[in-house]
């Protein structure tokens, strides 16, 4: 992963808000769905909303740029504070490094690793290990070893409600092909079994892949329900007339009424996202937006119309 500051192509002193506006131009540019035709689109989609993760998020940030996280947000190990005590010594790195002797022997330092776990947990490995009761569980080959592999993927909005296949490249370096399926919400764990780590005598472990949900370029999630601004121009607003408006099934056209101001939300049902018997709707909100730039035209027009037809929309206001 990338540095996430040159991922979103900002400096190190960029503000939050050239932060935001750096990320909607580079989702909106590489969105899956407007990047059919290039295989490397959704890769870099991904890519881009991890920065975001990490960027847009101020405590994230500071974290990164403190060194704390890495770029895909993950904690950056620190070593084991308190510097070499109890047999510890420094390793390469600034790592502790231990060593556990087995078998008897006097003086200090001794003893075997039964003997560690009798220190820690009151006796009751040595007891187990002895035919005992025991809390801890071993496998034929000695103590049992977590050899699961955790994974983090981004996928698009879209992905999530309709269902995709893509390829996830682990931390140990292998890359599979997951099958997401459709309805898959953010935080929703996909395990794979056997495809985690391997050791003589164990278990292959699992592979388990934690989905998050990248923030869309106009869509906002509520619940099941989406939220949508919608631009419309002066004429449409007074003159009303039908406009195209996103849904996730693609456009549709929605009428807009005569004389609508900007802010009017209209429902439509069933455009949601899929829920328990059914679909949650879409809620899309008008925003008037003017022409760039001076048109005398229009000003004239409007200052004629102002002295003719005089009001206040602030007067509930005090």
């Not at 947000?73 to 087995?102: H, I, L, M, N, V």
């Amino acid at each position: 992963m990338r540095d996430p500051y040159e991922v979103l192509g900002v400096p190190r002193s960029a503000s939050a808000a050239a932060i935001k506006s750096a990320f909607r131009k580079l989702a909106k540019k590489h969105h899956p769905d407007s990047n059919k035709d290039d295989p490397k689109a959704a890769a870099r989609f991904a890519e881009i909303n991890t920065a975001n993760e990490i960027l847009g998020d101020e405590d994230k940030r500071k974290q990164f740029d403190r060194g704390e996280i890495d770029a895909e947000g993950k904690p950056r190990f620190q070593g084991f504070p308190g510097g070499d005590r109890g047999g510890g010594r420094a390793g390469p790195g600034g790592f502790e490094t231990y060593t556990f002797r087995s078998g008897g022997g006097g003086g200090a330092g001794a003893g075997g690793f039964e003997d560690i776990l009798n220190s820690m947990f009151g006796g009751a490995a040595g007891r187990g290990a002895r035919g005992g009761a025991s809390p801890f569980e071993f496998e034929a080959g000695g103590i049992g070893l977590d050899l699961d592999v955790n994974a983090a993927l981004a996928i698009s909005l879209e992905d999530a409600v309709k269902g995709a296949e893509k390829r996830v490249r682990l931390p140990t370096g292998k890359e599979l092909n997951v099958k997401i399926p459709a309805g898959v919400t953010a935080g929703q764990q996909i395990r794979l079994k056997g495809q985690g780590e391997t050791a003589p005598g164990h278990r292959p472990g699992d592979v388990l892949i934690t989905v998050s949900i990248a923030p869309h370029p106009f869509f906002k999630v509520d619940g099941s329900d989406l939220r949508v601004d919608l631009p419309i121009t002066l004429y449409e607003a007074v003159l009303g007339g039908k406009v195209r408006a996103p849904t996730l099934g693609g456009a549709v056209e929605l009428s807009i009424p005569k004389n609508t101001s900007s802010g009017r939300t209209f429902r439509l049902k069933g455009k949601g996202l899929p829920k328990t018997g059914g679909a949650g709707d879409l809620f899309v909100t008008t925003k008037i937006i003017l022409p760039d730039g001076n048109d005398s035209e229009l000003e004239q027009l409007m200052q004629k119309w102002r002295d003719g037809h005089p009001y206040n929309p602030r007067s509930d206001l005090g």
